[in-house]
């Protein structure tokens, strides 16, 4: 229902650079990527989701992955780093692509820069989504996830139509393992430490735009279609 409020002229035809949600856990990035992914016909990368994935079919990596993910803390650049550059450089990623907690550190942002330039991408539009410190606990605590889509919904801003169940599919909603208070600080200790200072990298170099989190869903999604929609326009003409 989102593409019908969307900014004319984006229907679904990629979109020419690389789009990065950066921003501390609980923003929002995952509910917000869907949206870009959906109106613009592109994947979205989230590396969370794809971890979580390689543990749910059981996989050494996700294996791996789960230990770090559990304790709050970040997976090992070069396994996050080889994960995203396969994914990348499959063929529905030609025509550009969202990216979703990935690059959490300077290292993997460094990594990135060097795979879109190989593969002769622009360089990424880079989208700072911010969220009062007050309302991430809340978006965090509240955060229930369904077991079959990986819809997100938040028991108390975005409840599902049924306790417990997806409104898409049906499925189970459960709360994710590393949405625990003590697992939450790591986590928020880990964004200050590693992944603030990505987004000064790319300030650096001028490729932030700020976007309010702290809104609804489709308020913050309207905002985010807008600042893409500007800046890809411009992209397109370099
Ligand atoms: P997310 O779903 O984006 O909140 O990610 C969940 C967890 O997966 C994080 O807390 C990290 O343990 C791990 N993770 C996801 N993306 C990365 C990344 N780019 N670098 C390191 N660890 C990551």
Do not use: W
């Amino acid at each position: 229902d989102d593409i019908r409020v969307a900014p004319q002229g984006s229907a679904a035809k990629g979109i020419p650079r690389p789009v990065i949600l950066i921003g501390p856990p609980g923003a929002g990035k995952g509910t917000q990527a869907k949206k870009v992914a959906a109106l613009y016909g592109v994947p979205h990368l989230s590396t969370g989701d794809m971890f979580r994935d390689h543990f749910r079919r059981g996989t050494e990596l996700g294996v791996r992955a789960k230990a770090f993910m559990d304790r709050g803390e970040l997976v090992p650049d070069e396994i996050v780093v080889a994960m995203i550059e396969q994914r990348i450089a499959e063929p529905d990623c030609a025509k550009g692509f969202i990216l979703d907690g990935f690059p959490r550190t300077v290292a993997q942002a460094e990594a990135l820069d060097q795979m879109l330039s190989r593969a002769g991408f622009l360089e990424p539009l880079v989208i700072h989504v911010k969220l009062d410190p007050a309302l991430i606990l809340r978006r965090l605590t509240g955060r229930r996830m369904c077991k079959v889509g990986g819809e997100i919904y938040n028991i108390y801003d975005c409840p599902p139509k049924t306790p417990d169940r997806c409104d898409r599919d049906g499925g189970e909603l459960v709360q994710r393992d590393d949405d625990r208070e003590e697992v939450i600080r790591e986590r928020l200790a880990a964004y200050h430490e590693y992944t603030e200072p990505v987004i000064a990298y790319y300030k650096r170099r001028d490729l932030v735009e700020d976007l309010d989190g702290s809104g609804a869903p489709e308020v913050v999604t309207h905002a985010l279609f807008a600042v893409i929609d500007r800046k890809e326009e411009r992209g397109s003409h370099l």
